[in-house]
């Protein structure tokens, strides 16, 4: 990882990734690195040289050309024969993927490299389901450190100042739903973002959904939990089920740190 901010694109070409990188296109990224990854599964058995094994630089016969109006101060084509999972969980500021494809990405559910990415967040991970730029947002916070992790991420994103972003906090008696919503709108106003609180009661992943049902934003953004945290996201947890079931691009991230004892008893519950 260099000194510039980072956006890793795992590419495995197919429509779903073309998807991913006309998202990526329609947004500005003055002075990040582009690291577009593909990677491919070895055969099983098969004895490869460690270079092949580890991401290195390579000349693909059809390169990603990023527009210029994105902004990019570099690309880099990156390549590797590994577990596509392990090759790209690596430090980056953002990851970006597209949600199904029969090759690298294959079908958002259980068992697929999405779905694994997704219950083991290696860098904030962008789910694309659609290719134009982002104007609205709907971030769901709820008091968490990972909440407030994403909320910086969007905060730091080069694009910030056009979001239009709705704070939802769903009050099921968990968490201080105002105090949590009073510091995300702080930091997302300091980074230049417009934004609208929403206070709703009920079961989060319901509410959560019927909101976005009719809001229809460009993007929701959530906080979840990595390995370190949880042993692995459940299935059927809020942030899983809302980034498996949402129409518009998810945005993921968390906190690689171990919940206190409340934290742990509060996911439990979801």
């Known amino acids: 990882m260099t000194s510039r901010p980072t956006l890793v694109f ?63 101060a570099e690309t880099v084509h990156l390549t590797a024969e590994a ?43 962008v789910i694309v389901r659609h290719g134009h730029a982002v104007r609205s947002v709907v971030l769901c916070v709820d008091g968490s450190i990972h909440a407030q992790r994403v909320t910086d991420v969007l905060a730091n994103l080069p694009w910030v100042e056009q979001l239009n972003i709705t704070v939802l906090a769903v009050d099921d008696r968990r968490c201080d739903v105002e105090a949590a919503t009073a510091a995300a709108t702080e930091r997302l106003q300091a980074a230049g973002a417009k934004i609208d609180i929403a206070i709703m009661g009920g079961k989060p992943t319901n509410v959560i959904m019927s909101h976005l049902d009719k809001a229809a934003p460009d993007l929701v953004a959530l906080g979840t939990r990595g390995l370190t945290g949880l042993r692995r996201l459940r299935v059927g947890s809020t942030a ?30 979801d």
């Open 83 to 125: 577990d596509p999972r392990l090759a790209l969980s690596q430090l980056s500021d953002l990851l970006v993927i597209g949600p199904r494809g029969p090759g690298l990405l294959k079908s958002l559910h259980l068992g697929s490299t999405a779905d694994w990415l997704l219950a083991h967040p290696p860098a904030p991970l």
């Open 10 to 72: 795992g590419d495995d070409g197919t429509p779903a990734t073309d998807i991913a990188w006309l998202w990526i296109n329609s947004q500005r990224w003055p002075g990040w690195r582009l690291e577009v990854v593909s990677v491919h599964m070895p055969e099983i058995g098969s004895a490869l040289p460690r270079e092949q094994t580890q991401l290195h630089v390579w000349e693909p016969p059809h390169p990603r050309q990023p527009f210029a109006e994105a902004g990019f």
């Open 240 to 269: 899983g089920a809302i980034a498996r079931a949402a129409a518009c691009s998810a945005l993921v991230a968390c906190v690689d740190e171990e919940p206190d004892s409340e934290t742990a008893r509060h996911a439990d519950g």
